[in-house]
């Protein structure tokens, strides 16, 4: 089946520790997007990828990193410098148009030891 | 600075009544809104599209509205179920955008009781 495949479905991180959340799709499209989501609230952008070997920084990227290496993955890392990093994350992807709707994977909840 | 707004507050109605959710957004001008449902603990499915120049979509029991004068989107779900109880998020597309980049409300809660 096509779709999105996110991984782990929890995540526990420690002080001063990164955490690498994947992202792989197979539905052969070329944006890929990152987003956290809080209680309450929207979904806020965190970096984005529309073509391989290029991303670019959305709403909240502070404290995070990416790299888009190969078409079907988009891993997110989330380092030390993140402060504030219990959350959903959701990983999206859509067609080259920018019309078209978003498909998402089941997201990762990360949480703090 | 933009802003996108939907009802903080769970809309809860009877079974087979019309479950009506709104979407108001400011200082913005969208060539494109989206809505979207999210069910717990999962990611958000995509429900329809609409573009500016169209005033109302309709997908089965699903309708949408797009009122680019007062800034608005109605979502209307008719003869509702239970089954549609879930949070609904509305999502915009700038016109002059060609990332494909979203803005997204808040979300409301549906709650539908038998």
């Known amino acids: 089946d096509g779709g999105i495949t996110q991984s782990p479905k929890y995540l526990f991180r420690k002080e001063g520790q990164n955490v690498t959340l994947s992202c792989e799709q197979n539905l052969n499209h070329d944006a890929m997007y990152w987003y956290r989501q809080d209680p309450g609230q929207g979904l806020r952008l965190i970096y984005y990828?529309?073509?391989?070997?290029?991303?670019q920084k959305g709403d909240i990227a502070e404290g995070y990193s990416v790299s888009r290496e190969k078409k079907e993955s988009f891993p997110l890392t989330v380092t030390s410098a993140q402060k504030n990093p219990t959350a959903f994350y959701l990983c999206?992807?859509?067609?080259?148009?920018?019309?078209?709707?978003?498909?998402f994977g089941d997201g990762t909840r990360l949480s703090i030891l | 600075s933009q802003k996108i707004e939907q009802n903080s507050e769970a809309l809860n109605i009877q079974e087979g009544k019309t479950a009506t959710l709104t979407c108001n957004y400011t200082?913005?001008?969208?060539?494109?809104l989206q809505w979207y449902r999210q069910d717990p603990g999962r990611g958000p499915v995509f429900l329809l599209l609409i573009r500016e120049n169209e005033k109302e979509k309709r997908k089965e029991r699903l309708k949408v509205t797009f009122d680019t004068t007062l800034k608005q989107s109605l979502f209307h779900i008719t003869a509702s179920q239970p089954a549609d109880s879930a949070t609904y998020l509305c999502?915009?597309?700038?016109?002059?955008?060609?990332?494909?980049?979203?803005?997204f409300g808040q979300g409301t809660t549906l709650q539908v009781k038998p």
């Open positions: 990828s529309q073509i391989v070997n290029d991303f």
């Open positions: 200082n913005y001008s969208p060539a494109y």
């Open positions: 999206a992807t859509t067609g080259i148009y920018s019309n078209q709707p978003q498909h």
């Open positions: 999502a915009l597309t700038h016109g002059s955008s060609n990332t494909g980049k979203l803005i």
